[in-house]
């Protein structure tokens, strides 16, 4: 009869094989089964995808993990063969399918791969299969940024092919990874970082970020309670807003908001700022004002159109009202910095606030409905409050809330004392 070490080598022997022959594998996962009834090799594989049955995973792991921090004290040393280097990786391969969230095991990779032993594209391919069974594995992630950063050291500078296939690549690997688990921090951590490390470094970058723009508010539709969702669109407004390569106007969500504003669309985009905030204090760089527009018009946007739209299919969500005080938030900045003006929220109150993902809870801060609210004394408005801008802010805030007193009470309720004693918008 076969003895546990041999069996659990023949089986890390053949799981190896597959992942080495087949660069389209889909997915890895664990099949429950009590014993081997049939006599077969416990290693299920089927259109590109590998299971391997519950029963032999106990009897893998602890042979693979005996025999790697066996091998780990030669190969610190230098005292590991190269044919033996070779021969660990189908262990690794068992280990870290079961168990990818022990960190010395990624960094034995981390070695082979210095060592030449492995390859970044092998690597690349099977940290993604790790990811299709644990999707929510920071090491997986780190150890795959890791490969990225080596790969790209060696892209030639103007190799935009490549660039162009890594970034979809790893778009791919973050989209899978979010749709496994709701609310994934770390599948959207890495998709930021994606798009830092490499986006940043593409001509196409308007091309890039306005795909995304078109990716998170699909994702947004079909996943309308996951704050992760909300705070990578968050992460795409202020890029835009940032941005030093963005040099045209985004006219899609600039229509969209000279249509949802009823106002008349005058051919020079830098007259929605004008008609809304009315004439800045300062002539601002073309390249400047083109980012002002833009962002004012994907978070009018936003505001009119994503938000609503969601709040009228998915009504009771707590998540989109926290996205709403974001963009009003921004909005409100955004305008004060048009005119050259500082813009504070009442700190006094609660300075989490400024974070549109982060819970203000109003009761915590001491205003119930049945207390009694401190007075908002009246001052003279600013050119900001004064402004078209504000003034219709002021009425689509009230509409809202009123929309979703029957729906969300609490929530709207909630909204409403925030906007009027943090936010200080009195007249809502």
């Known amino acids: 009869m076969e003895d546990d070490n041999s069996m659990s080598e023949r089986i890390l022997r053949s799981l190896e094989t597959i992942v080495n022959n087949d660069p389209n594998l889909k997915e890895f996962v664990v099949v429950p089964a009590e014993a081997n009834t049939k006599n077969k090799s416990p ?33 610190l040393k230098k005292k590991l063969p190269f044919n033996k280097e070779r021969s660990l990786n189908h262990l690794l391969i068992g280990v870290l399918l079961i168990n990818p969230d022990v960190s010395t095991f990624w960094n034995v990779k981390r070695e082979l791969v210095e060592r030449d032993v492995l390859s970044v594209n092998n690597e690349l391919l099977f940290t993604k299969l790790v990811l299709s069974s644990k999707s929510k594995s920071n090491e997986a992630f780190a150890y795959r940024r890791w490969l990225l950063n080596r790969a790209l050291a060696k892209l030639q500078k103007n190799d935009m092919r490549a660039l162009q296939s890594l970034f979809d690549g790893e778009m791919s690997v973050c989209e899978m990874a979010a749709a496994k688990n709701a609310n994934n921090y770390h599948a959207w951590t890495h998709r930021i970082w994606s798009f830092e490390t490499i986006g940043h470094r593409m001509a196409n970058f308007s091309v890039l970020i306005l795909r995304e723009l078109e990716f998170s508010q699909q994702w947004l539709s079909q996943h309308v309670s996951e704050h992760t969702g909300y705070h990578y669109r968050q992460y795409l407004l202020n890029a835009v807003r940032n941005s030093k390569k963005i040099t045209c106007v985004f006219e899609y969500y600039y229509s969209k908001v000279v249509e949802s504003l009823g106002l008349v669309n005058e051919n020079d985009p830098k007259d929605i700022l004008t008609l809304l905030l009315g004439k800045e204090k300062s002539c601002k760089p073309l390249e400047e004002t083109n980012n002002l527009i833009n962002s004012f018009s994907l978070l009018l946007f936003d505001l009119h159109n994503t938000v609503d739209m969601l709040n009228s ?87 809202f809330i009123k929309k979703n007193l029957t729906g969300a009470l609490h929530l709207a309720r909630r909204y409403e004392k925030w906007l009027q004693f943090v936010f200080c918008m009195k007249d809502v």
Request: include cysteine; proline fraction near 2%; aromatic fraction near 14%.
């Open 313 to 399: 299919i998915f009504p009771n969500h707590e998540a989109l009202w926290y996205h709403r005080r974001y963009l009003l938030h921004h909005l409100i900045k955004t305008a004060y910095e048009y005119h050259g003006l500082s813009f504070k929220m009442n700190e006094k109150l609660d300075d989490v606030a400024l974070h549109g993902t982060n819970i203000v809870n109003m009761e915590n801060s001491g205003f119930s409905d049945g207390e009694k609210q401190p007075k908002l004394f009246k001052t003279q408005p600013n050119r900001v409050e004064s402004s078209l801008f504000y003034q219709s802010l002021v009425k689509t805030e009230s509409e």
């Open 43 to 75: 290693v299920l594989y089927e259109e590109h995808n590998i299971g391997l049955e519950s029963w032999c995973v106990k009897h893998i792991y602890r042979y693979a993990y005996l025999e790697l921090f066996e091998a780990r004290k030669l190969l």
